[in-house]
């Protein structure tokens, strides 16, 4: 199973919205599994999820954080962006027979 | 509160195998999947497999298909997973997770666990 593919970097602003792209096949994130969720990981830090079931945000995570999906492609997106969120994102998706794939990963600069 | 916590830092040598625990608290390993991911220097995160409460059951990353073993200990509300036939290319920090039946996503993770393979 190969990994998800992520852009390697991505970057805004304070305040402005960024939007990392998850492509996977027909086997995983567009199988219609919706287990499609997104980990947020700060460096030397525990990854943590920030969207769950391709469009559901955790208690606690702020709302400018949002997912969604089209075809074989999941997105998470950051509105808002605040210092804090510059980490690393990784997507992870259902693939079949119980396993998963994350994806390659996104560093996200906030300038 | 939930948590799980990890044994600590593994030095190896090649062809070794190594095993790593993951002690639950505020719930019970018997009624959660728990799984388990790498992450090599620098690289990103890579899944390994997963244990089911019911019976023990695994399932497995093809890489790693009959290299690695997740069991569970009940009693102590402990899962172990073993990894064999260690290479440089093992080196990472091994974590594990909880996933809530059929929820698909990872909530907590173990603080990770340092496997370093050396001559």
Not at chain 1, 12 to 18: I, L, M
Not at chain 2, 36 to 57: C, D, H, N, T
Not at chain 2, 93 to 100: I, Q
Request: hydrophobic share 30%; aromatic share 12%.
């Amino acid at each position: 199973q190969s990994a998800l593919t992520q852009p390697p970097s991505a970057s805004g602003s304070p305040g402005q919205s960024v939007t990392i792209s998850c492509t996977g096949t027909s086997s995983d994130v567009g199988g219609n599994y919706n287990f499609v969720s997104w980990y947020q990981q700060h460096p030397g830090k525990v990854p943590k999820v920030v969207i769950y079931g391709v469009t559901k945000r955790p208690s606690g995570v702020p709302d400018r954080f949002s997912g969604s999906q089209s075809g074989n492609t999941a997105s998470l997106t950051i509105s808002g962006l605040q210092a804090e969120d510059e980490a690393d994102y990784y997507c992870c998706s259902y693939v079949d027979r119980s396993k998963y794939v994350f994806g390659s990963g996104t560093k996200v600069t906030v300038l | 509160q939930v948590d799980l916590v990890q044994s600590g830092t593994e030095v190896m040598t090649p062809g070794a195998s190594v095993r790593v625990s993951c002690k639950s608290f505020g719930f019970s390993v018997s009624n959660y999947y728990i799984h388990w991911m790498r992450q090599a220097p620098g690289q990103g995160l890579e899944w390994m497999g997963v244990i089911f409460p019911s019976g023990g059951v695994t399932s497995y990353a093809q890489n790693f298909s009959g290299r690695v073993s997740l069991t569970r200990e009940t009693s102590t509300s402990t899962v172990y997973m073993e990894l064999r036939s260690l290479t440089s290319d093992d080196t990472a920090v091994y974590f594990c997770a909880r996933e809530a039946p059929y929820t698909g996503y990872f909530d907590p993770w173990g603080q990770g666990t340092l496997v370093a393979v050396s001559s």
